[in-house]
């Protein structure tokens, strides 16, 4: 079965700082991953998505994440985060036959301004 | 505005009763899933429909069902809610024919359970 592992539950960082949040997936077959945001009280929000190409992808609001297909990895990265950023940060794959988005469980990241 | 909306946003009910929680979308999307989220849990995906009179289990389906008689809606019910149920449940459909399979998710309902 897949599944999806991000290290992280709370991330504390102060605005400036640069982040990075893991995410490791196991699927053997071919995967799309994704991540979203969710600001407080919202819904969430696609921030980047890979599917084929160059591994390195970026996002909205200065996101990137880096696929590494040896390690099954995808981890989010941005060079200097900001008050706004606070959020939960989840990790998505799709993959099998009904192409289900399998989560990990979130990274809650606050940002001290 | 096209997208997926979910009905009723708030919702409190006590153990054993029942109710339905609506999902419609105007994208003509075939796929569409229901997911709850807990905190520490994520999202943990509950029934899916790859199209009308098609459903099919996720992860954590006891305790719900689900039918798709259209291709627009796809609610979800509880027929006999327990305080366990209490959760936010998030609507998604995608466009399986899109290039980027998309997934659009509604706002979500906020459901306590007493």
């Not at chain 2, 946003?9 to 105007?26: E, H, I, R």
């Not at chain 2, 936010?88 to 466009?95: D, I, K, M």
Request: contains cysteine.
């Amino acid at each position: 079965a897949q599944s999806v592992s991000q290290h992280n539950h709370h991330v504390i960082l102060s605005e400036a700082a640069s982040l990075e949040l893991g995410c490791n997936y196991s699927y053997g077959g071919t995967v799309n991953l994704f991540w979203y945001v969710q600001y407080p009280g919202q819904h969430l929000q696609l921030l980047l998505k890979y599917f084929s190409g160059d591994p390195l992808v970026k996002g909205i609001k200065g996101f990137e994440a880096e696929f590494i297909k040896s390690k099954f990895s995808f981890n989010l990265r941005k060079p200097s985060v900001q008050w706004s950023d606070t959020a939960e940060y989840f990790c998505a794959v799709r993959g099998g036959s009904q192409g289900n988005l399998i989560f990990g469980k979130g990274t809650k990241l606050s940002v001290k301004p | 505005n096209a997208g997926v909306t979910q009905t009723p946003k708030f919702q409190v009910l006590k153990t054993g009763q029942s109710m339905t929680l609506q999902c419609a979308q105007d994208m003509n999307h075939e796929y569409m899933s229901w997911y709850r989220q807990d905190p520490g849990m994520g999202l943990r995906l509950i029934h899916y429909s790859v199209g009308a009179g098609i459903t099919d289990q996720g992860e954590v389906p006891n305790g719900y069902n689900v039918s798709r008689s259209t291709t627009e809606d796809f609610p979800l019910r509880l027929l006999s809610a327990a305080p366990s149920q209490t959760s936010v449940y998030f609507c998604a459909s995608r466009n399986p024919g899109a290039a980027n399979y998309g997934y659009t998710f509604g706002s979500g309902t906020r459901l306590t359970v007493v």
